[in-house]
């Protein structure tokens, strides 16, 4: 059927989103419809949503009343929510917002175009059905042109932390086929790109469903099928974080040294609470594991302050952990109940200022760590993979090393994008570094 269809699609929250507006861009842009880059262009507008904190909730529906101003000049208009909003809220965003034509959840995006027409047809869509199978591993995800590449290898979670939605609203675990990702890999670096960035909810709990290959298999095949690809991957759970990967990880140069391993709380009693199957010994000893096969890995992590019934014991237990393992960066938030989750019916008893006191604590110890390990990097030569001109300033250059820091450097010669150059560190900030190409 020919169609007349702009689509611009906004994406909030994790890579997992980013990487499905990828898949989602393709499914429509196979049914024959344009994609566009500004919602002016478009008659179609999709918000590829997230439903992990209130906050990004609270964002999509101001989203939305700044976008109903596109539907009263007129003209036929359609506004879709996709992921874990639609998946959580369902018919809510429909009927109460009255903007919403269609709530697509994460398993059913194959099904976008059908309900694009149907809304211009004056029917709302919704489907929010979770699949166990869905990995959508036939489909080549419509990449921007770039040099890093983001490879989704599996979809859902089985860990079921008692904070978190994303097993309610992406469903279960199911991974990819590994020859599939090699394949994949393969591709990228023919047509140009030097980083792929294999992403998962869980990823060390990957199982190729027609091998049975684990994560750590994968990644040495990937690292195998193209030596001079940089390869990352996120995130990891401490649960999961076997002998076997941290020993591919060390053995493969082209396997990043960066490792993300969320801790969340210092406090056994906490991640008890949390649901988190490990305890601060376990995490410190895999910690000592990753160090004493690679001394120089980045590490970072996220934490949670202020979880339901955190004294201040457990929030210096918090603290003590940051200045034991000292974490390259982290990602730091407060609290945030989120409803059906197992943590929704625990009383919220930290008040809200109290977390962000503690959250502040935290920060501003994270940030004078980051800054210490930093200055450690000064006068060191590392080889950083150009990207382009510095966003801040055009003048300069930026790139990433191969343990995931930013790195401003003055472009002395001519610099291709996508080119590795050593870069001698000559200052920092907590969270950059600056030098100068040595060559
Ligand atoms: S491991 Fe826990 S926090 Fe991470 S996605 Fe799964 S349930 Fe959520």
Redesign the pocket.
């Known amino acids: 059927m020919e169609n007349k269809f702009s689509v611009y699609i906004e994406t909030y929250g994790c890579q997992m989103n980013l990487s499905d507006t990828e898949i989602v861009s393709r499914v429509v842009k196979n049914a024959g419809y344009d994609l566009v880059d500004s919602p002016r262009k478009a008659n179609v507008v999709l918000l590829n949503t997230c439903s992990v904190r209130e906050n990004a909730e609270r964002k999509i529906f101001e989203r939305l009343s700044q976008l109903k101003k596109f539907k009263q000049n007129g003209e036929p208009f359609v506004i879709g929510i996709l992921g874990c909003m639609a998946e959580r809220l369902r018919h809510k965003l429909l009927e109460e917002t009255q903007v919403v034509d269609l709530s697509v959840g994460p398993d059913e995006y194959r099904k976008v175009p059908e309900l694009i027409q149907k809304a211009f047809a004056g029917e709302k869509g919704i489907a929010v059905r979770l699949s166990r199978v869905e990995t959508y591993d036939d489909i080549e995800p419509l990449r921007k042109e770039g040099i890093s590449a983001w490879i989704s290898i599996m979809r859902g979670?089985d860990?079921?932390?008692t904070y978190?939605v994303?097993?309610y609203t992406r469903g279960r675990e199911r991974s990819r086929p590994l020859n599939s990702i090699v394949n994949e890999v393969k591709k990228l670096w023919d047509e140009g790109y030097k980083e792929v960035t294999l992403l998962g909810?869980?990823v060390n709990s990957y199982r190729c469903p027609q091998s049975n290959a684990d994560f750590a298999d994968l990644l040495k095949a990937c690292a195998l099928a193209v030596p001079k690809m940089r390869i990352r991957f996120v995130?990891s759970?401490p649960q999961d974080m076997s002998d076997k990967l941290i020993e591919t990880i060390a053995e493969y140069s082209n396997i990043c040294k960066y490792i993300h391993l969320?801790i969340q709380s210092g406090s056994n009693r906490i991640l008890e609470l949390m649901g988190r199957n490990y305890t601060f010994e376990h995490y410190l000893g895999r910690i000592e594991k990753i160090r004493s096969l690679m001394p120089n890995c980045a590490l970072s992590t996220d934490i949670i302050a202020g979880f339901p019934t955190e004294t201040i014991d457990d929030h210096q237990a918090t603290l003590r952990a940051l200045e034991i393992i000292r974490f390259d960066g982290a990602y730091m938030f407060r609290y945030s109940p989120r409803e059906h989750t197992k943590a929704y019916k625990m009383p919220d008893d930290v008040p809200d200022k109290e977390k962000i006191r503690r959250l502040n604590e935290i920060i501003d110890l994270q940030n004078k760590i980051s800054k210490e390990i930093n200055e450690t990097e000064h006068n060191k030569i590392h080889e950083v993979l150009a990207e382009g001109p510095s966003k801040k300033d055009k003048t300069k250059w930026q790139g990433r090393t191969d343990t995931n820091k930013v790195v401003i450097f003055e472009p002395k010669r001519n610099v291709a994008t996508g080119e590795l150059i050593r870069v001698k560190i000559t200052n920092s900030t907590c969270a950059t570094l600056f030098g100068k190409i040595v060559d």
Do not use: I
Request: proline share 17%.
């Open positions: 979670c860990k079921f932390c978190c994303v097993p909810q869980n995130t759970h969320p």
